[in-house]
């Protein structure tokens, strides 16, 4: 099944349907995807990161959850596919789609599907209404990025900090230097690395084309990435998706805080749901990189966050202790729709592939 979750599109697959072997799996998924290739032309990626993605979802053995969700990443270019990181965009359409294939009851006018996000082993529920058993996809729920409105699911997400750093602050402050640029590491969900726009020589507003197109400032920050994944507690990352960087700068929009996102290589048209939510945390704790650009508003636990195709609202709940800040419950809304279910043909393997 193909679904758009979020701002992000990919295909979802039962785990039972796929080869146990991840080598396999992996090689027959990146020909599904039609990589490597840049315009991925003899598959039915999209050409972008945001639209070659995988989800494999599987019932659950654990009884406190229902079903079990691996994210995948197909690499575009070079036909990489990794685990390293969630994708809470393509979250946004699990719960759905493991109620169409009968994984979970459908009973009542709305759903609640606890979901375990295999790589992090960290817990979401997915709530969105029903139909006679049978999601509704209709609604008039908007989202930046996504044209059009569609039905509300709402995300709610626990014991997600440190989920794959291993602390909220994976280098035990909440500031460090890069080269001389003061940055947060923060993990609630998306190892993600916060860092002011007018550090690095910019401005903070500018299009995704105009950054990517500003070769000594990508250079800077892919170092930059590198030496922070390093501290991360994640290793050498210059092979990998993350850690996400994330620049910000002040609000123009109305707002508390404007952003541009790098997944890694390339600017995210909007925000990911576990790097909102991570950039979110970082910038209200005192001291942390960018914090002094918040514009809060009423309720202090919410932080609409500016991206270059609108805005995105996260909610997390922060305590200050003793010991550090502590992250309660954290809370977003997107929208997700069907839009294919059918069967997929991939090209053959070459001798040379796993599968």
């Known amino acids: 099944m193909v679904m758009r979750g979020g701002t992000s599109k990919g295909a979802y697959f039962v785990a039972d ?10 090689a027959l998924l990146a020909r599904i995807m039609g990589s490597p290739d840049p315009r991925q032309i003899d598959g039915i990626g999209g050409a972008h990161p945001l639209t070659s993605k995988v989800a494999v979802v599987s019932p659950s053995s654990d009884p406190d959850v229902d079903v079990d969700y ?23 359409g699990v719960g759905q789609f493991a109620t169409e294939r009968g994984m979970v009851p459908a009973d009542g006018a709305r759903a609640q599907v606890r979901i375990r996000m295999v790589n992090s082993d960290s817990v979401a529920t997915a709530s969105f209404p029903l139909s006679a058993g049978f999601p509704v996809y209709d609604g008039d729920t908007a989202i930046s990025g996504v044209p059009g409105t569609a039905a509300e699911v709402r995300l709610d997400f626990s014991d997600t900090a440190g989920s794959s750093c291993g602390a909220l602050l994976p280098t035990g402050a909440v500031s460090d230097l890069i080269d001389g640029i003061e940055v947060t590491c923060i993990d609630n969900g998306m190892p993600t690395v916060v860092l002011r726009a007018a550090d690095l020589g910019i401005a903070g507003d500018e299009t995704p084309a105009e950054l990517e197109a500003n070769q000594p400032f990508t250079e800077r920050l892919e170092n930059a990435r590198r030496q922070a994944g390093k501290l991360m507690n994640l290793g050498d990352v210059s092979t990998t998706t993350v850690p996400k960087m994330t620049l910000v700068s002040a609000p123009r929009a109305g707002g508390s805080i404007c952003t541009r996102t790098f997944i890694p290589h390339r600017c995210h048209e909007a925000i990911g749901v576990l ?29 609409e966050i500016e991206h270059p195709t609108g805005t995105f609202a996260a909610r997390v709940e922060l305590a200050h202790g003793p010991d550090g800040p502590t992250v309660g419950r954290s809370g977003i809304v997107r929208t997700a729709r069907k839009l294919f279910d059918g069967v997929v043909f991939p090209r053959a393997a070459e001798p040379d592939e796993t599968a």
């Open 17 to 26: 349907e796929l080869p146990d072997d991840p080598d396999e799996r992996d």
């Open 275 to 303: 790097g909102a939510v991570s950039a979110a945390t970082a910038v209200r704790l005192p001291g942390a990189a960018g914090a002094e650009l918040l514009e809060p508003g009423d309720d202090p636990d919410l932080v």
């Open 70 to 92: 691996l994210f995948l990443q197909v690499g575009v270019d070079d036909g990489s596919v990794s685990d390293r990181q969630n994708c809470g965009n393509l979250l946004a």
